[in-house]
């Protein structure tokens, strides 16, 4: 399938923001595309024809070694995304989605280059995930390819890009997620389109051996825990704080550093539907907690899962963007 680009850059001519990276370029047979600076770590390297091997995997580009032994990737900007969309978005889903995936995925990096270090991001799930030539698929590399130099835009900047797998049916807002200020176009509205992710709705039992030795960390005052109760429900249905009950006192943390201390993974949203405390066989006392919930993730932006269904239902990338980041829209670096 073709990207719609004439949906895409219908009045666009002219449009261009200076940025750090946008800034630098990379020459490559001519080439005069936007390069980045990624830093893969310490290792041998060796150069082959078209890039290099580093730590057993394949990088186009060139690049460099800092004073301190670590490998600096310089890459044509689609080269890296090629790369990081099908590490963040199955290459299998609908051409649609992928486009919306890549141009989230390049604005996404703008906002998180530095140009006073010698490298602008790293590789891993801090920044986005970028294993090399050998992390690349047609349907991915196409989709790139097809909005190249696309990016989102609010106003007379780039937008702020957010992205998670799932957001369970109703996207949190950034200002409900992290008490920051309010951002026009990343705020909480219902979201029909992720129902068949297999993290639509699910369940975790927390037993209390597992819970006892990260809450001693973050809340030791209160002694031997004795409850767990998330709390303060905001508008996307999201808990904000967790109340934790021990045997010497009480106090409230906040949700989300309560959900990284113990592993985003076990609990994997903050958007709680149903919770009781778990008891233990032979005491009857507090043996952990038992949570069902919807999503995988923050829930802020993209959500991904979504953009799946919504690109199944016949939506184009401009609509799948528009619907998560309303007011937006597409421009070129």
């Not at 890296?80 to 609908?94: N, T």
């Not at 008490?179 to 039992?205: E, F, M, N």
């Given at each position: 399938?073709?990207?719609?680009?004439?949906?895409?850059?219908?009045?666009?001519?002219?449009?261009?923001?200076?940025?750090?990276?946008?800034?630098?370029?990379?020459?490559?047979?001519?080439?005069?595309?936007?390069?980045?600076?990624?830093?893969?770590?310490?290792?041998?390297?060796?150069?082959?024809?078209?890039?290099?091997?580093?730590?057993?995997?394949?990088?186009?580009?060139?690049?460099?070694?800092?004073?301190?032994?670590?490998?600096?990737?310089?890459?044509?900007?689609?080269?890296?995304?090629?790369?990081?969309?099908?590490?963040?978005?199955?290459?299998?889903?609908?051409?649609?989605?992928?486009?919306?995936?890549?141009?989230?995925?390049?604005?996404?990096?703008?906002?998180?280059?530095?140009?006073?270090?010698?490298?602008?991001?790293?590789?891993?799930e801090l920044a986005q995930v970028y294993r090399g030539v050998e992390s690349e698929y047609p349907?991915?590399?196409?989709?790139?390819?097809?909005?190249?130099?696309?990016?989102?835009?609010?106003?007379?900047?780039?937008?702020?890009?957010?992205?998670?797998?799932?957001?369970?049916?109703?996207?949190?807002?950034?200002?409900?997620?992290?008490?920051?200020?309010?951002?026009?176009?990343?705020?909480?509205?219902?979201?029909?389109?992720?129902?068949?992710?297999?993290?639509?709705?699910?369940?975790?039992?927390?037993?209390?051996?597992?819970?006892?030795?990260?809450?001693?960390?973050?809340?030791?005052?209160?002694?031997?825990?004795?409850?767990v109760t998330f709390t303060d429900f905001d508008r996307s249905g999201r808990a904000r704080w967790?109340?934790?009950?021990?045997?010497?006192?009480?106090?409230?943390?906040?949700?989300?550093?309560?959900?990284?201390?113990?592993?985003?993974?076990?609990?994997?949203?903050?958007?709680?539907?149903?919770?009781?405390?778990?008891?233990?066989?032979?005491?009857?006392?507090?043996?952990?907690?038992?949570?069902?919930?919807?999503?995988?993730?923050?829930?802020?932006?993209?959500?991904?899962?979504?953009?799946?269904?919504?690109?199944?239902?016949g939506g184009s990338a401009q609509e799948i963007l528009s619907f998560y980041f309303a007011g937006?829209?597409?421009?070129?670096?």
């Amino acid at each position: 399938m073709k990207l719609r680009r004439r949906a895409f850059l219908g009045g666009l001519a002219g449009l261009a923001l200076a940025t750090p990276v946008a800034a630098r370029a990379l020459d490559d047979g001519g080439d005069r595309s936007q390069a980045l600076r990624v830093l893969l770590g310490r290792g041998p390297v060796e150069p082959i024809a078209g890039g290099f091997l580093f730590a057993g995997n394949r990088y186009r580009g060139t690049y460099s070694i800092l004073p301190d032994g670590r490998v600096v990737n310089e890459v044509n900007f689609d080269d890296y995304l090629a790369s990081v969309v099908p590490a963040e978005m199955s290459p299998s889903w609908p051409i649609a989605a992928l486009e919306a995936q890549a141009i989230c995925s390049r604005g996404f990096i703008l906002a998180r280059s530095n140009p006073n270090r010698p490298y602008d991001l790293v590789p891993s799930e801090l920044a986005q995930v970028y294993r090399g030539v050998e992390s690349e698929y047609p349907a991915s590399t196409a989709a790139v390819h097809a909005t190249s130099g696309l990016v989102l835009r609010y106003a007379h900047a780039f937008a702020q890009i957010e992205y998670s797998s799932c957001c369970g049916g109703f996207n949190e807002s950034s200002a409900d997620a992290w008490g920051a200020a309010p951002i026009p176009y990343l705020v909480a509205h219902p979201c029909p389109y992720c129902t068949a992710s297999p993290h639509y709705r699910w369940k975790a039992d927390l037993l209390a051996e597992d819970l006892r030795e990260s809450v001693s960390q973050i809340a030791p005052q209160i002694g031997a825990l004795q409850d767990v109760t998330f709390t303060d429900f905001d508008r996307s249905g999201r808990a904000r704080w967790v109340a934790l009950a021990g045997s010497a006192g009480f106090v409230r943390i906040s949700a989300s550093r309560f959900r990284i201390e113990i592993g985003a993974r076990r609990i994997p949203s903050l958007l709680v539907r149903r919770q009781s405390s778990l008891l233990a066989p032979a005491s009857q006392a507090f043996g952990g907690l038992h949570i069902e919930g919807r999503g995988l993730g923050h829930g802020v932006g993209l959500c991904q899962w979504g953009a799946r269904g919504y690109a199944l239902a016949g939506g184009s990338a401009q609509e799948i963007l528009s619907f998560y980041f309303a007011g937006t829209s597409i421009g070129r670096l």
